[in-house]
């Protein structure tokens, strides 16, 4: 599912890396455009809105300087900053796209052992095992078919007595993962979707069938994995979609699987940066806004009224509960 990049937009400190040197290598036959700071690219700033698409064909190579940690209260205890920011897909609800022209491209960070090395400290000085969500900013199965980041980061981390890493995905990529001693320190879990959404809202992301595949593998596997249904989009006749998605999941997850996982429910959040940029990117795209279901929330952003996200999430619960029995919901938002 990985395009190859057109266009490669570097920091100079990142060649001082292993692996930015890598990557320069690897790329080598692509445009190098060097820039000062990732932050702020001239070049891609001053894009309008239906080239948001296009930006998404190149890559920036860059030295990750924020390292702060924000406590997070649902699968983990830490968000963390790690490897990569944004994404080559472009899902439509996207919530890194809060400033176009920052956030819509993949950016990779090559100071990977300074971020693990700061997450195995934090874990150790703790009483207790703590996780640490590093997939909060990207999909870390997908930046791996460049990096190898992953692959590495499992194999370090599994080293450790202490702590776990989670991320989450969209992407079936898993083949790499398997084989490795991961020691039962990292959390995989699928994001999924009924499949007529993933096809017309989740572009760049892998069929369902092939997500469940993966799932079943990384159980066989056994790593700790979680399914997400998310984000949770109430098109027209989304009941009959989604019941169809919990029928789909009893029908081709592995017994081994049904065992092992736990779900997460998320309702989507949109916003006004998402239309605009949507109507022009996207101009013959669903449409995801809906003034009788949706009420604003915060500046610029939009959710579902709370009775229907409360029948949703009730009419969720029951789906879950007759087509996987197993497995155990942690929430639902």
């Given at each position: 599912?990985?395009?190859?990049?057109?266009?490669?937009?570097?920091?100079?400190?990142?060649?001082?890396?292993?692996?930015?040197?890598?990557?320069?290598?690897?790329?080598?036959?692509?445009?190098?455009?060097?820039?000062?700071?990732?932050?702020?690219?001239?070049?891609?700033?001053?894009?309008?809105?239906?080239?948001?698409?296009?930006?998404?064909?190149?890559i920036?190579?860059?030295?990750?300087?924020?390292?702060?940690?924000?406590?997070?209260?649902?699968?983990?205890?830490?968000?963390?900053?790690?490897?990569?920011?944004?994404?080559?897909?472009?899902?439509?609800?996207?919530?890194?796209?809060?400033?176009?022209?920052?956030?819509?491209?993949?950016?990779?960070?090559?100071?990977?052992?300074?971020?693990?090395?700061?997450?195995?400290k934090?874990?150790?000085?703790?009483g207790?095992?703590?996780?640490?969500?590093?997939?909060?900013?990207?999909?870390?199965?997908?930046?791996?078919?460049?990096?190898?980041?992953?692959?590495?980061?499992?194999?370090?981390?599994?080293?450790?007595?202490?702590?776990?890493?989670?991320?989450?995905?969209?992407?079936?990529?898993?083949?790499?993962?398997?084989?490795?001693?991961?020691?039962?320190?990292?959390?995989?879990?699928?994001?999924?979707?009924?499949?007529?959404?993933?096809?017309?809202?989740?572009?760049?992301?892998?069929?369902?069938?092939?997500?469940?595949?993966?799932?079943?593998?990384l159980?066989?596997?056994?790593?700790?994995?979680?399914?997400?249904?998310?984000?949770?989009?109430?098109?027209?006749?989304?009941?009959e979609?989604?019941?169809?998605?919990?029928?789909?999941?009893?029908?081709?997850?592995?017994?081994n699987?049904?065992r092992?996982?736990?779900?997460?429910?998320?309702?989507?959040?949109?916003?006004?940066?998402?239309?605009m940029?949507?109507?022009?990117?996207?101009?013959n795209?669903?449409?995801?806004?809906?003034?009788?279901?949706?009420?604003?929330r915060?500046?610029?952003?939009?959710?579902?009224?709370?009775?229907?996200?409360?029948?949703?999430?009730?009419?969720?619960?029951?789906?879950?509960?007759?087509?996987?029995?197993?497995?155990?919901?942690?929430?639902?938002?």
């Amino acid at each position: 599912m990985l395009r190859e990049p057109n266009k490669v937009y570097y920091e100079e400190a990142a060649l001082r890396y292993e692996l930015g040197k890598r990557l320069r290598e690897k790329y080598a036959h692509l445009l190098w455009v060097p820039i000062e700071n990732h932050n702020n690219i001239p070049e891609l700033r001053g894009n309008p809105n239906r080239e948001f698409a296009r930006m998404k064909h190149a890559i920036v190579v860059a030295v990750r300087k924020t390292h702060k940690y924000t406590e997070n209260h649902k699968t983990s205890d830490f968000l963390v900053p790690y490897t990569s920011s944004g994404c080559s897909a472009a899902c439509l609800y996207c919530y890194l796209v809060c400033n176009f022209n920052k956030c819509a491209y993949l950016r990779l960070f090559v100071n990977r052992e300074e971020m693990l090395s700061k997450i195995k400290k934090t874990a150790e000085r703790s009483g207790r095992d703590l996780t640490f969500e590093i997939g909060s900013n990207s999909d870390l199965v997908l930046e791996n078919e460049i990096t190898g980041n992953l692959v590495w980061t499992i194999e370090n981390y599994g080293k450790m007595q202490k702590g776990y890493l989670t991320l989450p995905t969209k992407f079936d990529m898993v083949d790499p993962l398997l084989s490795l001693n991961h020691n039962g320190r990292t959390i995989i879990r699928m994001s999924v979707n009924p499949e007529e959404i993933i096809k017309k809202v989740e572009f760049g992301t892998s069929p369902l069938d092939a997500r469940i595949a993966a799932i079943n593998k990384l159980c066989d596997a056994n790593y700790k994995t979680g399914l997400i249904i998310a984000p949770v989009i109430m098109l027209p006749g989304w009941k009959e979609l989604y019941s169809g998605l919990l029928k789909r999941l009893r029908e081709c997850l592995s017994e081994n699987a049904k065992r092992q996982l736990f779900i997460e429910v998320i309702f989507m959040t949109y916003s006004y940066v998402h239309r605009m940029i949507n109507s022009e990117a996207f101009p013959n795209a669903v449409e995801l806004y809906d003034k009788e279901r949706m009420t604003g929330r915060g500046r610029g952003k939009y959710c579902y009224k709370q009775p229907l996200r409360e029948e949703g999430g009730l009419f969720l619960q029951n789906e879950i509960k007759k087509n996987l029995p197993e497995v155990r919901i942690e929430y639902i938002v």
